[in-house]
């Protein structure tokens, strides 16, 4: 079946730095990835849509100079969190969907759990 | 605004017995309808799609039904087992996907 990583598993960082979270299709050319944001026992929010080779569509309420998504290839989005504040911990999830899959089709990674001191 | 209630926040249910949860939608016209299991620290695992033309899915032991005229859906686990606790969540979709705060099912022994 489809996978999809993340790397890092989880992050600690300092309160100003900026954090790098990959997300990459192992088996399968992903044209869409999608980034969500979950906190503590609340739902997974779709933050922003990243489609290869184009600029991410962020979601409202998500400021896309603070969270920076690129997506340059086929099997690789990164989300970058710059200048992180301790609102920013949470657990990071993406997901994936295959070009030509139906849009239901979305497989999801294992999360990055960041914590900002 | 759009919104996706989950039932309750946690459901307790003994060994056995059937689990079933609820996730109700206001303000949205899904064209499908997923449940996900979500462990502790861990990404969603996908479970069972149903669409807005169907009215009932099942896959061993989960089924899920769709009345668009309720905006609701239930899902099932019959005969529940300890392995089967963890947070369940609905998630709603046309080209992308809403998720519910989810329900987190303990079974019993």
């Known amino acids: 079946g489809a996978v999809v990583s993340q790397h890092p598993s989880w992050v600690i960082c300092k309160s100003g730095t900026s954090v790098k979270i990959e997300c990459r299709s192992l088996d399968f050319q992903a044209t869409t990835m999608f980034w969500y944001r979950q906190f503590p026992k609340q739902s997974l929010m779709l933050m922003a849509t990243s489609n290869e080779g184009s600029k991410a569509t962020y979601e409202q309420g998500v400021e896309k100079d603070k969270f920076l998504i690129n997506h340059a290839s086929l099997t690789l989005s990164t989300l970058t969190v710059t200048s992180a504040h301790p609102e920013d911990s949470s657990f990071y999830i993406c997901?994936?969907?295959?070009?030509?899959?139906?849009?239901?089709?979305?497989?999801f990674g294992p999360g990055t759990r960041l914590l900002v001191l | 605004s759009q919104k996706i209630e989950q039932n309750s926040e946690a459901l307790n249910i003994q060994e056995g017995k059937t689990a079933t949860l609820t996730c109700n939608y206001t303000?949205?016209?899904?064209?499908?309808l997923q449940w996900y299991r979500q462990d502790p620290g861990r990404g969603p695992v996908f479970l069972l799609l149903?669409?807005?033309?169907?009215k009932e899915k099942r896959k061993e032991r989960l089924k899920v039904t769709f009345d668009t005229t309720l905006k609701q859906s239930l899902f099932h686990i019959t005969a529940s087992q300890p392995a089967d606790s963890a947070t369940y969540l609905c998630?709603?979709?046309?080209?992308?996907?809403?998720f519910g705060a989810g329900t987190r099912l303990t079974v019993k022994p």
């Open positions: 149903i669409r807005e033309n169907e």
């Open positions: 303000n949205y016209s899904p064209a499908y």
């Open positions: 997901s994936a969907r295959a070009a030509a899959a139906s849009p239901e089709t979305q497989y």
């Open positions: 998630a709603l979709g046309n080209n992308d996907m809403r």
